[in-house]
């Protein structure tokens, strides 16, 4: 493998804002302004959300200055838990995590292409299954053209936003305010889990974190300008559709962004966020391809059964066969979702357990090697140290909670394939057996 990295900073803050910033602020907003007691309560939940993330790039810059890897949580859980946990890990991001979340940001590709095109709703998994098809193809060609691309998306998709964000809060016509009140607290718990689910994707960074040049000093720098943008987007897109809207407005709106482009510019308008959505859902795909590839690769690296997934090739800078599997699965999710003809819903589902329950334990692993491995240099360590990573264990434990009591039956379907990752471990156990009683 190549040892020099190949990602600058500014590489790296491309990838994560073009993972973070996908369809989520297009269809979360209404949800969040329809739990909270105020316009002022509503734009600091989304600072909330920002501050939350934050304080998990703060752990994640610890890690991923510490040990530098391309399979990132997966490396960690191996170190701090064991290969059998880090296997199941390895497992459900290539089976479960990034495929399906890979699917579902497809399903919005094409929703809202097959919106665009004189074409039925039923196009809308072919056009899904075409995006993450070409994707791969141009990130099989070379990383030099797959970051080249994300940068492209992720400029035009942030230039995108403002071009309809900066006339939204510049709006003058006046909105009848909706009045304030004090919410409970379990409303206010469901406006932070659709928060939280938009800021989702930020430690995709960690994956990358072998190929960012001088990534001990880079990381750190790339995390945070990463979170500042993304945060920023957020509160002025939420500023604008309550500008526009108003918070009675947002709450009753299904599509909110759309129907600010409408109230700005005409149903033309509409036609162009949906054009938005499209680019943004492009960047977000692309992304995941490539952050999730690295996990396959790591695992190809440490597993016998998976060895095919080790593959290098050098001129490309490329796991070749790591991002055909990939791409494998999430093509068979993308069958599945046009089967149950739910597809996003469903994509949501099958994911949101399995995310937070592993994420859980990638913050847990911090602690965990801060104990058993005390003489590794920290170049980054995470400030306020235990209260950070803890106060991040306990909110990801709160979202494993709440995805389990608001998914249905695809949640089962992603235990399901998750724990199907026993077989492989229980392969391993009888092939180790074997040797063993050979010798």
């Known amino acids: 493998m190549k040892q020099e990295g190949s990602l600058s900073v500014r590489d790296v803050i491309a990838i994560v804002v073009g993972i973070v ?8 907003p209404s949800i969040v302004a329809a739990n909270a007691g105020g316009p002022g309560l509503l734009i600091l939940i989304w600072v909330l959300g920002g501050v939350i993330s934050l304080n998990g790039s703060l752990c994640y810059a610890e890690l991923a200055t510490a040990y530098p890897h391309p399979g990132g949580d997966y490396h960690y859980m191996t170190r701090a838990f064991g290969k059998k946990v880090a296997f199941l890990f390895a ?40 995006a993450v098809s070409c994707l791969t193809a141009i990130n099989l060609i070379g990383m030099r053209q797959g970051k080249t691309t994300q940068t492209v998306l992720t400029i035009a998709k942030v230039l995108g936003l403002l071009a309809v964000i900066i006339p939204g809060i510049l709006y003058t016509q006046s909105v009848e305010p909706a009045p304030s009140g004090s919410p409970s607290s379990n409303l206010l718990g469901l406006a932070m889990i659709f928060v939280l689910l938009t800021y989702g994707g930020w430690n995709e960074a960690a994956y990358v974190s072998a190929d960012l040049k001088h990534v001990r000093r880079g990381m750190v720098p790339a995390l945070l300008w990463s979170l500042a943008i993304i945060t920023s987007v957020y509160v002025l897109a939420n500023l604008a559709f309550l500008r526009v809207l108003g918070l009675a407005g947002m709450s009753a709106s299904e599509h909110v962004a759309a129907d600010l482009a409408g109230r700005l510019f005409g149903q033309s308008g509409a036609r162009l966020l949906s054009l938005l959505i499209c680019v943004s859902a492009l960047g977000s795909i692309n992304g995941s391809i490539v952050t999730g590839a690295r996990t396959n690769l790591a695992l190809g690296m440490d597993q016998p059964m998976f060895r095919a997934l080790a593959r290098w090739r050098e001129t490309t800078a490329t796991p070749p066969n790591a ?62 140290y235990p209260f950070t990573p803890i106060l991040f264990c306990a909110t990801c434990l709160y979202m494993l909670r709440a995805s389990l009591a608001y998914t249905g039956k695809g949640a089962l379907v992603g235990l399901a394939v998750l724990f199907s990752g026993l077989i492989f471990i229980l392969l391993d156990y009888l092939r180790l057996s074997r040797k063993g009683r050979s010798q």
């Open 91 to 130: 497992w459900a991001r290539m089976t479960v995590i990034q495929t399906g979340s890979i699917a579902m940001l497809a399903f919005i590709f094409g929703d809202y292409l097959s919106g665009l095109l004189p074409v039925g709703s039923s196009a809308s998994p072919f056009f899904a299954a075409i």
């Open 21 to 28: 910033i996908g369809v989520g602020i297009f269809k979360t």
């Open 323 to 384: 991002l055909l599997v990939q791409c494998g699965i999430s093509l068979a999710l993308i069958l599945f979702g046009a089967f149950t003809r739910q597809g996003f819903v469903s994509m949501v589902e099958y994911t949101a357990p399995v995310f937070w329950g592993f994420f859980f334990l990638g913050a847990l692993s911090l602690i965990v090697l801060r104990v058993r491995e005390p003489g590794i240099e920290r170049p980054f360590p995470v400030p306020l």
